[in-house]
Structures are given as structure tokens and as C-alpha cells.
């Protein structure tokens, strides 16, 4: 036993957990309770539900809100949507189940008290795009968590959770989960018939534009640790177009958000020249893709593309024209608000740069990779779809249910479903959560055991990492670098570099190809011998380590999945540059992958592409 090892272990029994406090989970742990009055229901969380995950800062928009109480939008419109932005590519039946119910999620935010804004003129709510609704969300957040907190059991906040635990009765069926305190220290051993994961997307895999003291300025949430996949990956749940990364053009340095500006105030953008230059692109993007450019509207990646191209050309910076719509107070106060609402590091951005929108127009920059499920992209873990709507085999037990036996997912977490965002993540944990009732109950006296002798050797390697440094520590008299362990940071800066460098990162302008995907696992390979001896001096670094490792085994998936799909699906999120073309014969089709724990392999396949939804 080793110096840490003797932590307390805490056991928490529950029927079921959810693993990440953010929307999904919240809806999760609503929805549990509203089917399952008498079940044992448990959120485990990361940091402190009451402000955690992507929304802790709030947003200025619900993204995913269809309107059908004024004919606005059916879901069905939804599912073409994102459906032609993605390139051909999603699950209609997950995309389809979620739209049909996201309506009833919104009218439940309202309720609970959050100031969606009116039209005036009609009383609905006020648009600021086809599917975007405007808030005052500051407080989204927390207005959100506490009905998630009224309806579980217990919340478990600050809690890191490393490892699923499976069953050891019947192989392929999850038993719980086990994690760290990040503020006692202890050991927490969660028993449960039925996990749903919910921990987020996954920043910080790729290099970010700002290094160094600027590292935490990344678009998506930098706690976002890849936890979500990582985690199911791990037990070797299946997971789909992982390859799927998104780049996004922000506001440079303070990743401010666009939608806003463009569909709401009207700006638009031009090249450093005052040009508008998407125009120049369109044939040389129709060899590319074919007939995907003409559609409307034009999907992200495309858009992307143009503006990459644009700069590679020589006429960047490209700017946001802002100084015509700023000259009406009302837009330039809307303007402001959207990131005092959510963004407020890009308004103190301008402040220190001196920029003024209504006297210079700012740059826009794209930015580096992320790997999400819930927004214009869709990695994430492969799921059983709708008892009612999904094709047979995209079911194979209950909605939701990833390809391990009791183990479910919202969100961020499951693949193939772009474009839910806040409202439509608390949905999906919705149904995930009703489905886990069911299979809870009925699982009857079938319950799921620990193997109690896998706690302790998963205890000593939780730990390990604070083992390594207390020992290894005294090696050295100063600094940071020793013979015998390696700091969570150092070994993050070295993922990066590798994702960034070989697998499509900003500094080889978003392309890869085989040579370099098979270079990239190999120093992946070499990252993950050293990862036993990360060094860990305190409970937060040991958060760090595990994160690390989450962040590591993902960017892996993400490799694997990239290598296997041999086409350019998505110019302008990532360039295969020996197959650049999109190739609808071949690839219209999801990928997926499975991880073998024991032997390290990944075992790749393709499955089809239903299109349900003419
Ligand atoms: C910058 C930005 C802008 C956005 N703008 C909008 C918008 O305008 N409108 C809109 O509708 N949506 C928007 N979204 C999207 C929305 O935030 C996400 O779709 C949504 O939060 C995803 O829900 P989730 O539950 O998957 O992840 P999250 O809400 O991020 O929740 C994940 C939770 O898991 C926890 N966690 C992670 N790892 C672990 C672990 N190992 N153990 C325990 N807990 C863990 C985290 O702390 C977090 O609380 C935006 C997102 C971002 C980042």
C-alpha cells in the first residue's frame, strides 16, 4: 500500500448516477426523478453544480428551440438543418427525439424563472435567429441546477470522477463509477444500476492560440477534459465521427461569440481590403464538396473554409463590420450585452486593445480544434435511438443506451446528434434519463456487483499520480523538471503539440494526412508510456493528472477516427490532404471505433447513414 492509498474510501450507493452536473446532467436528474419518485438518484460533479460546465458563465441565446406553439419550426426543418451542416452526416433519429421534445424543455426554463425575451409586437419569444431564442441568462445556470439539486438525491460536488467500474457478473454492463475529492482528498466508490455520462466536450486537446499565461483563454470551457468520452472509452463503449473536430471563427483573443452580431445586429464581414470575399471561394470549394456549397444554409465548415483561404491568400486580417450597426444605440447596447451575458472576457479584450466597435471594426480569428457532441459538430459515443423512430439497427435496448449495457448519455457525450446546444443537451438528458428508469426497473433482482478486489488496485492508481511526486520530489533542490515524474502541464503542452503538429491543429492550417496521423500515434503511444508517472503535489494537480489522461486517451479516438475516414469531409474543420475531396460514394457514412483496454487496439468500422427525413 502506498502513501496515499490509505485515504478513506467512501461508498455511495445509488440506482442511478450521473456523471457531470452540466445540461445533460441536470436534465438527467430531473427526468430520473419525474419517472423514478422512489429511485436513489446521484449527481457527481466536477466542480460545484451551482455554476459548472459550459453555461457557467451564462449564454445570450437558447440555440434549439423550434417554436411549434406559433408554427414557427418543426422538427423535421430541425433535422435538415443540421443535417445539411453537417454535410450530410448525423443520426435523424437522436436529432429527431430531441427536437420533438426541446419545446417543453424551454417553457419548463421559463417557469423556473428564466427572463426569456418578447417580441413586442406578437408576445412570442424574441428570435435571434431561425432557431435561437434571446435570454437574460446570466444566471441560466444556476437557475437550471437547482431544480437538477431539488430533484436528486444527493449532489456530489467537487468530485473528479477517473473510471467507470463494470460488473462482475456479466462482462459488457456498467456497475458505477469511482473518482477522487478534489477538497478532502478521499476516495469515492459509487455503486449504480445505471450511469448516465454527462461530463462535457473537450477543449485544450489541440493547441490553443494563446500559450503560456493565456492558456485558460480557449473557446470552449478549458474544464471541459474530455471526461465524457474518455470515460466510456475506457469499458469500451463504441464512439462515432470522432474525426468530426470543430473550429470556429470568434472574435480574436477573447473567442467572443458571432451569432449575435450576425443574426441579430447585421454586421458582416470583409477582408482586410474591404471586400466581401466568401463569393471568390464558391468554385474551388464546388470541386471540393460538389453540390454541398449550394446549399442554404451554407454549412459552417464551408464558411470556414473561405475565410481560411481568404488569409492563406494574403488578404486577412478578416474584420467583423461593426461600426454601421453600432451607430444605432439599441444594436450597439445588444451588442455589448451578448458578452456581458456570457463573454465578458472579449468585451475587456477590446478594452485593453483599444477597440471601440463603432470606431474600428474588429478581427475575427478561427480557432482551434475542439471535440464536442452538442454544437455545429457531433462526436461522441454511439447510442441507442428511440423505441419509436430509430431504424432497427440504430436500437438495441433502451434510448440512449451506449453499446455497454446500462450506461447512457446526454449531450456533449453522444455522437451524431449536432446542434442540440443548451436546451437541447437538458433534453437528451431528459430521455436519457426516463430510459434509465426503465432499464432500472427493469433490471429487478439482475443487480449489477463490484468486483471489490478491482477498488483497490483502481485506488493506488488514483493516487499514484501524488505518490510519484512525494518520492520523486526529492530528487530535485528547484524547478519543475524531474528525472522521475512529469507535471500534468508539461504533459498537457505535449499532447497539444502532437494534436496540433499531426492531426490538423492552427499551426499546419487544420491539415493532416497519413504519414502524419501515424507519426501523431506513435508520439501519442510514447505520451501514454509516461503517463504513470505524472507527479501530482495536491489534490488539484491530481485533478489535473486525471483530466491528463482523459485528455489523452481521446485525442487517441480522435487520431484513429481521422486516419480511418480517408476523405476531406468537412473543409474548414480539418484537410486530409491525400484525399481532399468529399466522398459521398464511399464515406456517406458514420465511423466508428471501439478500444480494446486490454490489448491498447482500436478496431474501426463504418455503419450507415439513415436518412429518415426526405
Ligand atoms: C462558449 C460557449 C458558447 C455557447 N453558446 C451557447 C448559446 O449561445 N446557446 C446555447 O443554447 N448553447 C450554447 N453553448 C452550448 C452549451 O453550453 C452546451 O451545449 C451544453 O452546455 C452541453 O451540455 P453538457 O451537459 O454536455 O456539458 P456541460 O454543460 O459542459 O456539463 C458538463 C459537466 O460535467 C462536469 N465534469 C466534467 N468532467 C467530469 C468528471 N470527470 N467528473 C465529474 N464531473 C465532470 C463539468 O464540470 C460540467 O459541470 C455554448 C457553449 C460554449 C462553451
Given at each position: 500500500?502506498?502513501?496515499?492509498?490509505?485515504?478513506?474510501?467512501?461508498?455511495?450507493?445509488?440506482?442511478?448516477?450521473?456523471?457531470?452536473?452540466?445540461?445533460?446532467?441536470?436534465?438527467?436528474?430531473?427526468?430520473?426523478?419525474?419517472?423514478?419518485?422512489?429511485?436513489?438518484?446521484?449527481?457527481?460533479?466536477?466542480?460545484?453544480?451551482?455554476?459548472?460546465?459550459?453555461?457557467?458563465?451564462?449564454?445570450?441565446?437558447?440555440?434549439?428551440?423550434?417554436g411549434m406553439q406559433w408554427g414557427e419550426n418543426q422538427p423535421e426543418d430541425h433535422v435538415r438543418y443540421a443535417r445539411n451542416d453537417l454535410m450530410g452526416l448525423v443520426r435523424e433519429d437522436l436529432g429527431y427525439d430531441i427536437a420533438r421534445h426541446v419545446d417543453a424543455t424551454v417553457h419548463m426554463f421559463e417557469e423556473w424563472g428564466l427572463p426569456i425575451?418578447?417580441?413586442?409586437?406578437?408576445?412570442?419569444?424574441?428570435?435571434?435567429?431561425?432557431?435561437?431564442?434571446?435570454?437574460?441568462?446570466?444566471?441560466?445556470?444556476?437557475?437550471?441546477?437547482?431544480?437538477?439539486?431539488?430533484?436528486?438525491?444527493?449532489?456530489?460536488?467537487?468530485?473528479?470522477?477517473?473510471?467507470?467500474?463494470?460488473?462482475?457478473?456479466?462482462?459488457?454492463?456498467?456497475?458505477?463509477?469511482?473518482?477522487?475529492?478534489?477538497?478532502?482528498?478521499?476516495?469515492?466508490?459509487?455503486?449504480?444500476?445505471?450511469?448516465?455520462?454527462?461530463?462535457?466536450?473537450?477543449?485544450?486537446?489541440?493547441?490553443?492560440?494563446?500559450?503560456?499565461?493565456?492558456?485558460?483563454?480557449?473557446?470552449?470551457?478549458?474544464?471541459?477534459?474530455?471526461?465524457?468520452?474518455?470515460?466510456?472509452?475506457?469499458?469500451?463503449?463504441?464512439?462515432?465521427?470522432?474525426?468530426?473536430?470543430?473550429?470556429?471563427?470568434?472574435?480574436?483573443?477573447?473567442?467572443?461569440?458571432?451569432?449575435?452580431?450576425?443574426?441579430?445586429?447585421?454586421?458582416?464581414?470583409?477582408?482586410?481590403?474591404?471586400?466581401?470575399?466568401?463569393?471568390?471561394?464558391?468554385?474551388?470549394?464546388?470541386?471540393?464538396?460538389?453540390?454541398?456549397?449550394?446549399?442554404?444554409?451554407?454549412?459552417?465548415?464551408?464558411?470556414?473554409?473561405?475565410?481560411?483561404?481568404?488569409?492563406?491568400?494574403?488578404?486577412?486580417?478578416?474584420?467583423?463590420?461593426?461600426?454601421?450597426?453600432?451607430?444605432?444605440?439599441?444594436?450597439?447596447?445588444?451588442?455589448?450585452?451578448?458578452?456581458?451575458?456570457?463573454?465578458?472576457?472579449?468585451?475587456?479584450?477590446?478594452?485593453?486593445?483599444?477597440?471601440?466597435?463603432?470606431?474600428?471594426?474588429?478581427?475575427?480569428?478561427?480557432?482551434?480544434?475542439?471535440?464536442?457532441?452538442?454544437?455545429?459538430?457531433?462526436?461522441?459515443?454511439?447510442?441507442?435511438?428511440?423505441?419509436?423512430?430509430?431504424?432497427?439497427?440504430?436500437?438495441?435496448?433502451?434510448?440512449?443506451?451506449?453499446?455497454?449495457?446500462?450506461?447512457?448519455?446526454?449531450?456533449?457525450?453522444?455522437?451524431?446528434?449536432?446542434?442540440?446546444?443548451?436546451?437541447?443537451?437538458?433534453?437528451?438528458?431528459?430521455?436519457?434519463?426516463?430510459?434509465?428508469?426503465?432499464?432500472?426497473?427493469?433490471?429487478?433482482?439482475?443487480?449489477?456487483?463490484?468486483?471489490?478486489?478491482?477498488?483497490?488496485?483502481?485506488?493506488?492508481?488514483?493516487?499514484?499520480?501524488?505518490?510519484?511526486?512525494?518520492?520523486?520530489?526529492?530528487?530535485?533542490?528547484?524547478?519543475?523538471?524531474?528525472?522521475?515524474?512529469?507535471?500534468?502541464?508539461?504533459?498537457?503542452?505535449?499532447?497539444?503539440?502532437?494534436?496540433?503538429?499531426?492531426?490538423?491543429?492552427?499551426?499546419?492550417?487544420?491539415?493532416?494526412?497519413?504519414?502524419?496521423?501515424?507519426?501523431?500515434?506513435?508520439?501519442?503511444?510514447?505520451?501514454?508510456?509516461?503517463?504513470?508517472?505524472?507527479?501530482?503535489?495536491?489534490?488539484?494537480?491530481?485533478?489535473?493528472?486525471?483530466?491528463?489522461?482523459?485528455?489523452?486517451?481521446?485525442?487517441?479516438?480522435?487520431?484513429?477516427?481521422?486516419?480511418?475516414?480517408?476523405?476531406?469531409?468537412?473543409?474548414?474543420?480539418?484537410?486530409?490532404?491525400?484525399?481532399?475531396?468529399?466522398?459521398?460514394?464511399?464515406?456517406?457514412?458514420?465511423?466508428?471505433?471501439?478500444?480494446?483496454?486490454?490489448?491498447?487496439?482500436?478496431?474501426?468500422?463504418?455503419?450507415?447513414?439513415?436518412?429518415?427525413?426526405?
Open positions: 500500500m502506498g502513501l496515499f492509498t490509505s485515504r478513506k474510501t467512501v461508498f455511495v450507493d445509488s440506482d442511478i448516477l450521473v456523471i457531470g452536473g452540466g445540461f445533460g446532467g441536470c436534465g438527467a436528474a430531473y427526468e430520473s426523478r419525474y419517472w423514478g419518485r422512489d429511485k436513489k438518484i446521484v449527481i457527481v460533479e466536477k466542480a460545484n453544480i451551482e455554476r459548472s460546465g459550459a453555461v457557467a458563465q451564462g449564454l445570450y441565446a437558447i440555440n434549439c428551440y423550434m425575451m418578447k417580441d413586442e409586437e406578437t408576445g412570442r419569444y424574441k428570435r435571434e435567429g431561425k432557431w435561437q431564442i434571446m435570454i437574460h441568462g446570466e444566471s441560466y445556470k444556476p437557475i437550471i441546477a437547482e431544480a437538477a439539486c431539488k430533484a436528486a438525491t444527493k449532489v456530489y460536488n467537487r468530485i473528479m470522477v477517473t473510471h467507470l467500474l463494470m460488473d462482475e457478473t456479466r462482462p459488457n454492463r456498467v456497475a458505477g463509477a469511482v473518482g477522487f475529492s478534489v477538497r478532502d482528498g478521499n476516495f469515492y466508490v459509487f455503486r449504480s444500476k445505471a450511469v448516465i455520462v454527462t461530463a462535457g466536450g473537450a477543449s485544450h486537446i489541440f493547441k490553443p492560440h494563446s500559450v503560456g499565461e493565456g492558456m485558460g483563454r480557449t473557446w470552449y470551457a478549458p474544464w471541459s477534459s474530455a471526461s465524457a468520452y474518455a470515460l466510456p472509452i475506457q469499458v469500451g463503449a463504441k464512439m462515432t465521427q470522432m474525426e468530426n473536430r470543430i473550429v470556429l471563427t470568434r472574435f480574436k483573443d477573447g473567442y467572443g461569440p458571432v451569432g449575435a452580431y450576425f443574426l441579430h445586429l447585421k454586421t458582416y464581414t470583409e477582408n482586410a481590403y474591404g471586400d466581401d470575399y466568401e463569393a471568390t471561394w464558391y468554385d474551388s470549394i464546388k470541386q471540393l464538396v460538389g453540390d454541398y456549397v449550394d446549399h442554404q444554409p451554407v454549412p459552417t465548415c464551408l464558411r470556414n473554409h473561405a475565410f481560411l483561404e481568404e488569409i492563406k491568400a494574403g488578404r486577412g486580417p478578416i474584420r467583423m463590420v461593426t461600426k454601421e450597426a453600432f451607430k444605432d444605440p439599441h444594436k450597439e447596447t445588444v451588442g455589448w450585452e451578448n458578452f456581458l451575458g456570457m463573454t465578458i472576457g472579449q468585451a475587456v479584450v477590446w478594452a485593453s486593445q483599444n477597440i471601440d466597435p463603432k470606431e474600428t471594426n474588429p478581427e475575427l480569428i478561427m480557432s482551434e480544434p475542439y471535440v464536442m457532441g452538442s454544437h455545429a459538430t457531433c462526436s461522441g459515443a454511439w447510442a441507442s435511438g428511440p423505441e419509436d423512430y430509430a431504424p432497427s439497427d440504430y436500437q438495441w435496448g433502451y434510448n440512449r443506451m451506449m453499446t455497454v449495457d446500462g450506461l447512457f448519455g446526454a449531450g456533449d457525450t453522444i455522437g451524431g446528434t449536432a446542434h442540440k446546444f443548451s436546451s437541447g443537451s437538458f433534453t437528451e438528458g431528459r430521455i436519457a434519463g426516463k430510459a434509465a428508469v426503465r432499464y432500472v426497473n427493469d433490471l429487478g433482482s439482475d443487480q449489477p456487483r463490484v468486483d471489490e478486489t478491482e477498488l483497490d488496485g483502481l485506488k493506488t492508481m488514483v493516487y499514484q499520480p501524488m505518490e510519484n511526486y512525494a518520492i520523486g520530489r526529492n530528487e530535485i533542490v528547484a524547478g519543475t523538471v524531474s528525472p522521475s515524474y512529469l507535471l500534468p502541464l508539461h504533459g498537457l503542452q505535449r499532447l497539444e503539440k502532437i494534436m496540433d503538429e499531426y492531426v490538423g491543429g492552427t499551426s499546419t492550417n487544420y491539415l493532416t494526412n497519413e504519414p502524419m496521423l501515424t507519426r501523431g500515434l506513435e508520439l501519442l503511444t510514447m505520451l501514454k508510456e509516461d503517463l504513470p508517472h505524472l507527479g501530482a503535489d495536491s489534490l488539484h494537480e491530481l485533478m489535473r493528472a486525471w483530466e491528463l489522461q482523459h485528455r489523452v486517451l481521446t485525442s487517441e479516438c480522435v487520431t484513429q477516427h481521422t486516419l480511418f475516414r480517408e476523405e476531406t469531409r468537412w473543409p474548414g474543420y480539418y484537410y486530409r490532404a491525400d484525399h481532399p475531396r468529399l466522398d459521398d460514394t464511399d464515406w456517406h457514412c458514420f465511423t466508428l471505433s471501439r478500444y480494446d483496454a486490454e490489448s491498447g487496439e482500436w478496431a474501426m468500422e463504418k455503419a450507415p447513414v439513415h436518412h429518415i427525413i426526405d
